[in-house]
């Protein structure tokens, strides 16, 4: 069977956020970047997939040149081809987004799309679903397990203290969150043959975003040194009062 | 415009967040009017403050398409839902079905052509202005951002059928299984109880298992404690260990190496016991207490007997 | 005649045989890599290594006892040499064999001394019966032992009695011996002397560097580290031959003190027991796919115990070069198995992402400074006279930051041009490649070299011993070379040179020596100056190069210790000093001796020679 993962490039931010001089993205001039971590899992969940069933996994994402890096780590992992949808590095709404993919997939005819559940910098939880609708398959969400039975697709999503159990027939769209597996360490032998690996660039059409990003705002955060509620232990009623204000008490 | 609002329900009452999603939509209509669509559970919407309460007939567990498109049959310009797993789902298919433009995890907005919103980015840390542009205006809400609708209403219920396409009913629940093991999950607690070395010895812990168990939290440990066998690696909050996001966070005991920060960055708010305060943990923590964990820790719960009765 | 025809198939057969093996010996050397490891350099200095190593036997006169014992025996093995022609003739022709007085008394002398050497060592062995035995084959030594007092007592008979009897069996014991020493650890005769030629000459904490780069290897024969017998180089394998099974380095290392698995002792004879039974069938195989290396005995398991604290290796008296085993089947593991302890994952990746084995965000690495006076390097400023290598503990960790600050105040104080490089300072790969991942660690390597080079930085002072290690001696690898100094050096000489102007209190002080400091790189007297001129030093028992690990060391910063804490033990031996202060010179003994002291509840103060300079001049 072929998977095809959909992976986005974001920056580790760490503790504090800065803001570019526009204030439509984030500084991060120092900081390193990553597979979004849900796609890390989808990209791992493909791979074992293809390695059980047989196939092939191919690996896209819409974003800057530089998001080949993030591409080649997926084919380190695995991954036996990858797609770039350059952009100039901008954010772009889920829809545009969605659209762009959802072209580069239906000429692929890929037996599963795995999507992660939402990216971690712009969270939009839509991307998946369009691209499903756009493709006319079925979409299952948040999956926390996946397998491949006759045709069929089994997933599992929780819910509270159980598990939802979906079975859809293929091929299908699904979204996976971290923790449906451990993404393998990448052994160096991988990552150098993932450096050979060619990597397809496109350039997709963007449209007018109907979900306009106009600024970014860092929310007030906590002061840095901390609020003495007292010592020893007749500091106890104040730390109970904070319990009740807390909401945990 | 009406404004109208998904609303989740279990065991025939609306769900907080959809309550809280509901309270957003009322603001956000301000004199306009604000339905209401449940899937099933006409006994829920009996008192929801709004003009009309949806209720579509659906047979069956939940079908994210189905409940979208029985949604979207009801043509809103303005639709409204929980920053919730369903609530984010549903409204993703219908953004699609109803042709909208969907922000989620919205912390605030205004009406108006394009509406402006605020919403959620990177769980929180960041926030995006943003404005939803088109005929038809699509957005979730992030849980807790705002206060639950609380004033009782007298909607009119409709019932309705929807109608549903082949494709609709693909994608659905066929089985649920359960997986609780009795216990909470250190990854899950919404208080955890974290002691370090301070703590002084594997005995030391107890009076820390029983101040979790009070607050309906689990214990952690440092790494040092670990180390030192005293606890089991599952325990171990920090880089090595679990990386935990509780309500509270009460590191006991625990000076604050960056091996175990990496592990609790998620704390909401961070508690810290600790008899030195110069302890680097200081510089990270919400509140603090100053002292010997032995004795304080015992002091707070029984505080908390004191006032619980 | 007869005798002559018999001495002549005797010593056939005996050459025979032992050229055989030595064939086969010899095979497996030109089997093994040689991935930079030129070892042909420096030849004077090797030279001289081979006089005061193996014929002054000074590694093992380091132990008074059994230093004599076996010096004993090395040295009658000399000087009793011309006696095997001597007895040769006297077989075939007794009157013809020379009767030198002087060279009899000589060798009856030696005799002595050798029996004398046996018996200590049987009395070492049977009656003391060290811990550094345990593990080694018994007895293998004792055939060995009794076989060395045989030669030597049929010598003495022969001279004694000019009986061609005991001429035929000194010389048959000679030949025998001849046969069973490639066959044996006794190999170490032929091997010790040629493998301390080979050993390190230079800085002892470099790690040979593995190339990922060269277009003439095609990938499938690139080496990750130890994977197969294959992978082996040939200085590996004379290690490996070298061995005697002495246990000195079993004896000083931490992790085994501690009741770890680990004992570099099993390292070496794990890899020799693995050569002997593969590497024939890997010669004799036209693609040879064998077992991996690690799964000899309990190796994958040992190797991540190690400290990488060099102990073993100053301990051996054959000069074998433990670490670079233990190295190179973690690379394995790592890099080519993904295959390690589990919790040192997040380290790995958080350098490779970020930067740092902390996942800290670079942007907070001038952190510290707030508040301090110190210049952050930016493109197109001024080259300074230092540039401060902060390193990742003093940036991030807050016991660690102390250090930095402290240093960074003494600099201003003593009017020292010097900058940090801030955020453009990058994890020096340390860490990952101690842990296994050299790949990580040379993108570093030509990353900070990129950097610096930028920043014309000629010279460095580092707070940490492991960054300084690595600026210092595998930077150069990589085409950056600086003359770098650890901070306790450059803040010694400003003392010496009047800028700073401590005073003494009446602390009583134990310092304790970085490994990477004190013994891979020899900076032991000027953090002692350091302690001297702000207190009153007291010393620990292990000190100095013969110093004992912390715990951290080899990215045990990042991994469960599984046995007794190696830092408590340290922290235990500090107490005794009846010292109050424990002063450090690296943020990791830093860290690991602090926890030591909180988990032990003893009573002492754990900081950074820095600090009490600062302190003292405050």
């Not at chain 1, 106009?214 to 009062?241: C, T």
């Not at chain 2, 298992?209 to 030192?228: H, I, K, P, W």
């Not at chain 2, 943990?281 to 509140?287: Q, V």
């Not at chain 3, 001597?86 to 075939?92: E, F, H, L, P, Y």
């Amino acid at each position: 069977m072929d998977v095809l993962v959909c992976v986005k490039r974001v920056p580790l931010t760490g503790g504090k956020m800065v803001l570019t001089a526009d204030e439509r993205g984030i500084e991060t001039r120092h900081l390193g970047f990553t597979v979004s971590p849900h796609e890390e899992c989808g990209v791992e969940e493909a791979v074992r997939l293809v390695e059980a069933h047989g196939g092939s996994v191919t690996v896209v994402t819409l974003g800057p040149p530089e998001a080949e890096e993030q591409l080649r780590d997926a084919l380190a992992i695995g991954a036996d081809r990858a797609i770039l949808l350059e952009t100039d590095g901008s954010d772009w709404d889920p829809e545009s987004t969605a659209a762009a993919l959802a072209d580069v997939i239906a000429a692929d005819a890929p037996d599963l799309v795995i999507f992660g559940n939402e990216s971690a910098d712009a969270g939009g939880y839509q991307v998946g679903i369009r691209v499903a609708h756009a493709l006319g398959r079925p979409c299952v969400t948040g999956l926390k397990a996946l397998a491949v039975e006759d045709g069929q697709l089994r997933g599992e999503q929780e819910s509270g203290s159980a598990r939802d159990v979906y079975r859809v027939p293929l091929p299908a769209v699904v979204t996976v969150k971290e923790g449906i597996n451990l993404p393998r360490y990448p052994s160096v032998p991988a990552k150098l043959r993932a450096r050979r690996k060619p990597v397809e660039r496109r350039e997709p059409e963007r449209r007018d975003a109907r979900l306009e990003l106009v600024r970014l705002v860092v929310p007030e955060g906590r002061g840095r040194q901390a609020e003495v509620l007292g010592e020893g232990p007749s500091a106890a009623p104040a730390v109970v009062e904070l319990f009740q204000r807390l909401g945990v008490a | 415009m009406t404004v109208l609002v998904f609303v989740e329900h279990a065991a025939g009452e609306p769900d907080e967040l959809s309550l809280q999603a509901l309270a957003f939509a009322l603001d956000f209509a301000g004199g306009n009017g604000v339905d209401a669509v449940l899937i099933g559970g006409a006994d829920a919407a009996s008192d929801l403050p709004v003009g009309t309460a949806h209720v579509a007939e659906l047979d069956g567990g939940y079908a994210p398409q189905a409940w979208a498109r029985a949604i979207a049959q009801l043509e809103p310009s303005v639709l409204v839902a929980a920053g919730s797993e369903r609530g984010n789902e549903v409204l993703a298919h219908a953004a699609v079905m109803t042709g909208g433009a969907l922000a989620a995890n919205c912390v605030a907005a205004a009406p108006g052509d394009p509406a402006e919103v605020t919403r959620m980015r990177w769980g929180g840390s960041l926030l995006e202005e943003a404005r939803i542009h088109g005929p038809v205006k699509l957005m979730t809400v992030a849980p807790h951002a705002v206060a639950p609708a609380t004033a009782a209403g007298d909607p009119a219920v409709a019932p309705f059928t929807p109608e549903l396409r082949d494709e609709d009913l693909v994608a659905r629940v066929v089985e649920r299984v359960d997986t609780s093991t009795g216990g909470l999950s250190l990854a899950e607690a919404p208080v955890v109880v974290s002691g370090g070395r301070g703590v002084g010895s594997p005995e030391g812990f107890a009076p820390l298992e029983e101040l979790a168990g009070m607050l309906g939290g689990v214990v952690g440990c440092s790494r040092a404690v670990t180390m030192a066998g005293w606890r089991s690696h599952t325990d171990q909050v920090g880089q090595t260990g679990t990386k935990i996001s509780p309500e509270l966070y009460i590191p006991c005991g625990i000076s604050g190496a960056t091996q175990h920060m990496a592990g609790c960055k998620g704390a909401k708010k961070l508690l810290a016991i600790n008899s030195d305060p110069e302890a680097p943990i200081m510089a990270t923590a919400d509140y603090a207490v100053i002292g010997d964990v032995a004795e304080i820790v015992p002091a707070i719960t029984a505080e908390l007997r004191r006032v619980s009765g | 005649m007869i005798a002559a025809l018999a001495l002549t198939v005797a010593v056939a057969v005996a050459v025979f045989l032992f050229a055989r093996r030595v064939w086969l010996l010899a095979r497996l050397l030109r089997m093994g890599h040689a991935p930079g490891i030129a070892r042909d350099d420096r030849v004077p200095e090797r030279l001289r290594q081979e006089v005061v190593v193996v014929l002054g036997q000074r590694k093992l006169l380091e132990r008074l006892v059994p230093g004599l014992m076996h010096a004993f025996i090395f040295w009658a093995f000399i000087v009793l040499f011309p006696a095997i022609p001597i007895a040769m003739i006297a077989i075939v022709d007794a009157d013809a064999a020379p009767h030198w007085g002087w060279y009899e008394a000589l060798a009856n002398v030696f005799c002595v001394l050798a029996l004398i050497g046996v018996a200590t060592a049987f009395y070492i062995r049977k009656v003391v019966r060290p811990r550094r035995f345990e593990g080694s084959h018994l007895g293998e030594a004792d055939l060995i032992l009794a076989w060395i007092a045989s030669i030597v007592t049929t010598l003495l008979l022969y001279h004694g009695t000019e009986s061609q009897v005991w001429a035929w069996a000194h010389v048959l014991l000679i030949l025998g011996f001849l046969v069973y020493l490639p066959y044996s650890k006794h190999l170490h005769i032929a091997t010790a002397a040629v493998n301390v030629y080979f050993g390190r000459t230079r800085a002892r904490g470099r790690l040979e560097p593995l190339r990922f780069d060269d277009p003439d290897v095609p990938e499938e024969e690139m080496r990750f580290g130890i994977g197969t017998v294959e992978d082996l180089t040939w200085k590996q394998m004379m290690d490996a031959m070298s061995c005697t099974e002495c246990g000195r380095c079993q004896d000083a290392c931490p992790a085994y003190a501690t009741g770890k698995t680990l004992s570099p002792k099993l390292v070496i004879m794990g890899v020799r027991d693995h050569l002997f039974a593969e590497g024939p069938k890997a010669l004799a195989a036209e693609t040879y796919e064998g077992p991996a290396v690690a799964e000899s005995g309990q190796l994958e398991e040992m190797v991540w115990d190690c400290v990488t604290c060099g102990a073993c290796v100053q301990a051996c008296p054959v000069n074998i070069e433990q670490i670079d085993h233990i190295l190179d089947l973690r690379r394995h593991l790592v890099m080519v198995e993904s295959r390690f302890p589990s919790e040192a994952e997040p380290m790995l990746r958080d350098v490779e992402r970020q930067a740092n084995p902390w996942g800290k965000p670079q942007a907070e690495r001038a952190a510290w400074t707030e508040g301090l006076d110190v210049r952050v390097l930016e493109p197109g400023d001024p080259v300074p006279e230092y540039l401060y290598w902060v390193g990742c503990a003093a940036s991030f960790d807050e016991r660690a930051r102390e250090t930095a600050r402290s240093t960074a105040k003494l600099l201003t104080a003593a009017g020292v041009d010097f900058a940090i490089l801030g955020a453009l300072e990058a994890c020096t790969g340390d860490p990952a490649r101690r842990m296994g991942n050299e790949f990580v660690f040379q993108a570093y390597a030509e990353q900070n070299v990129a950097t610096l080079g930028e920043a014309g930085v000629t010279k460095i002072v580092a707070s940490c011993p492991h960054c300084f290690n690595t600026l210092a001696h595998e930077y150069p690898d990589f085409g950056g070379s600086y003359e770098v100094v650890h901070h306790t050096e450059l803040l010694a000489s400003l003392v010496r040179e009047g800028r700073l102007s401590p005073t003494a209190s009446e602390e009583q002080i134990t310092y304790h020596d970085s490994c990477y400091l004190a013994r891979h790189n020899d900076v032991r007297a000027q953090p002692r100056e350091l302690a001297a001129a702000v207190g009153q030093p007291v010393e620990m028992e292990r000190r100095e190069e013969r110093t004992f690990c912390c715990g951290a060391g080899g990215a045990h910063m990042w991994m469960e210790e599984r046995g007794g804490a190696i830092n408590e033990e340290r922290v235990r031996e500090a107490a005794e000093t009846g010292a109050s202060t424990l002063a450090v010179a690296c943020p990791f003994c830093t860290v690991m001796l602090d926890d030591g002291v909180k988990s032990s509840g003893r009573d002492l103060r754990v900081v950074d020679v820095a600090t009490l300079l600062a302190e003292s001049i405050d």
